[in-house]
C-alpha cells in the first residue's frame, strides 16, 4: 500500500489542541505532569510499564511467531494474530496511510501516526488505538485496521516520535523500542492521545467524538487519559491487560507486616467515563488487583466492567492460537476464547458509546 504523508495546514495546526503544554522543542522528554494530571502522592512508580511482565515464552508467541505455522486459521472476525498480521494488512481492502502532525499549539515537533478509514459514506468516530511496549507495531497497525472495519476512524499514535529523534514509519526492533519507551512519561502519553485524537476530528469524515484503546503499556495509559478526563468528545476506553496507578504500599517493619501495593483510589475518583478491563488470568500480577479495583470503581459508582479470561495470557490479543516453541494447546484456546469474547466486547463497548449504529 502506498504511503503518503499528510501535513496539517497552519490554521488546523493553529487550532489542533484545545489546551497545549509547554515543552522545550526537540529536547528531553518533560518530567513533570501537568496539576491537572499529577499522581497521587503515595504513588511509588507512576509509570507501571509493563517492561517485565511478558516472560520469554510469551513473547516468543507474541513476537517471533510471525511465519511459523498456525494453531489456528485467521478469523476475519477478529484482529490478526501476530503471525497472521501482514498478509492481512495487504488484503484490507480499507485505506491507510502514515500521517504527522503537530505535537502541540504551536510545536516545531511532529508525532507519526497510522490512520484508517471505515468504507462508509457517513461520517465516523475516532478510536485513538494505543500500542504496546514494542512500539508502533504492524500488529498494532492491524488493530487499527480492525477497528476501522467496524466503521471508526482508527489512529494508532507512535508514541515514540519524540523519544526516538522524529517521526518515522520504520517499525522499530521490539528490544529498542523497549528501551525508549521508558522515556516516555505520562504527560507525554496524554498529549499524545489529545493530538492523535485531534487530528482525526479534523477530518472531514470524522465526528467529533472519540474513545482509546490500549495495550500493556498502552492499557495502562488508557486509564490514565481516563484519569486525566481527555478532551470534549472523549467517550471512553478499553484497557487490554493494563491496570491503573498503583499506591507504593509499606514495607514490613519488626512489628509489623508488609501492606501489599494496591491501586489508587484517589486517582480513580477522577474517572469521569465508562472503562472496560480485559486481562488474562495467566498475569496474576493484573489479576491481584482487578477484584479492589471492581470494588473501588463499584463504590464511586464509576461505569466499569472487568474480566480476567481463564487459562488466557497477558498479550492474549496478539498471541491468540500462535504456537510457542513449545506447544501448549490448552493455552492457545484459552487465548482463542478471550479474543472470542473479548473482541466483540470492545466492539459493542466503542458503539455503544461512541453512539453507532
Known amino acids: 500500500m502506498p504511503r503518503r504523508f499528510v501535513l496539517l495546514s497552519s490554521v488546523a495546526a493553529s487550532s489542533l489542541l484545545l489546551s497545549a503544554y509547554a515543552w522545550q522543542q526537540r529536547g528531553p522528554l518533560p518530567g513533570v505532569m501537568p496539576t491537572s494530571f499529577d499522581t497521587p502522592t503515595s504513588v511509588a512508580s507512576p509509570l507501571d510499564d509493563h517492561m517485565a511482565h511478558m516472560p520469554a515464552s510469551e513473547l516468543a508467541a ?12 485467521d478469523n476475519p472476525k477478529y484482529p490478526a494474530s501476530s503471525a497472521n498480521v501482514a498478509a492481512r494488512l495487504a488484503a484490507t481492502p480499507r485505506h491507510g496511510e502514515w500521517v504527522k502532525f503537530p505535537s502541540a499549539l ?10 484508517v478509514y471505515p468504507t462508509t459514506t457517513k461520517r465516523a468516530p475516532v478510536v485513538v488505538v494505543v500500542h504496546e511496549i514494542f512500539g508502533l507495531s504492524s500488529w498494532v497497525r492491524g488493530v487499527a485496521d480492525q477497528v476501522a472495519s467496524e466503521g471508526f476512524i482508527a489512529i494508532a499514535p507512535d508514541f515514540l516520535s519524540r523519544a526516538r529523534g522524529g517521526p518515522s514509519s520504520e517499525e522499530l526492533p521490539s ?21 492523535a485524537a485531534n487530528y482525526a476530528m479534523l477530518q472531514p469524515a470524522a465526528e467529533q467524538r472519540y474513545a482509546v484503546i490500549g495495550y500493556c503499556w498502552g492499557g495502562q495509559t488508557t486509564f490514565m487519559h481516563a484519569i486525566h478526563g481527555g478532551v470534549k468528545g472523549f467517550a471512553g476506553g478499553v484497557a487490554f491487560y493494563g491496570v491503573p496507578y498503583i499506591t507504593g504500599g509499606t514495607p514490613a517493619t519488626a512489628t ?12 480513580l475518583a477522577k474517572i469521569n467515563t465508562p472503562i472496560l478491563l480485559l486481562n488474562g ?10 477484584p479492589a479495583l471492581d470494588s473501588i470503581m463499584k463504590a464511586k459508582k464509576k461505569s466499569y ?21 513449545v506447544r501448549d494447546e490448552a493455552e492457545e484456546q484459552a487465548n482463542l476464547a478471550a479474543t472470542a469474547d473479548g473482541w466483540p466486547k470492545t466492539i459493542a463497548f466503542l458503539k455503544q458509546h461512541l453512539r453507532v449504529k
Do not use: C
Open 106 to 115: 504551536g510545536a516545531s515537533d511532529s508525532i507519526m501516526a497510522w490512520v
Open 62 to 73: 507474541g513476537v517471533a511467531a510471525a511465519g511459523t505455522a498456525l494453531a489456528q486459521p
Open 256 to 267: 509489623t507486616e508488609a501492606v501489599p501495593a494496591s491501586v489508587s483510589a484517589d486517582s
Open 305 to 325: 466492567a472487568g474480566v480476567n479470561y481463564p487459562g488466557a495470557t497477558h498479550g492474549f490479543l496478539r498471541a491468540q492460537g500462535d504456537p510457542k516453541t
Open 281 to 290: 488470568s495467566k498475569d496474576a500480577r493484573i489479576g491481584a488487583v482487578m
Open 175 to 195: 528490544d529498542k523500542a523497549r528501551g525508549l519507551i521508558g522515556g516516555v512519561d505520562a504527560a507525554e502519553r496524554n498529549r499524545v492521545i489529545l493530538a
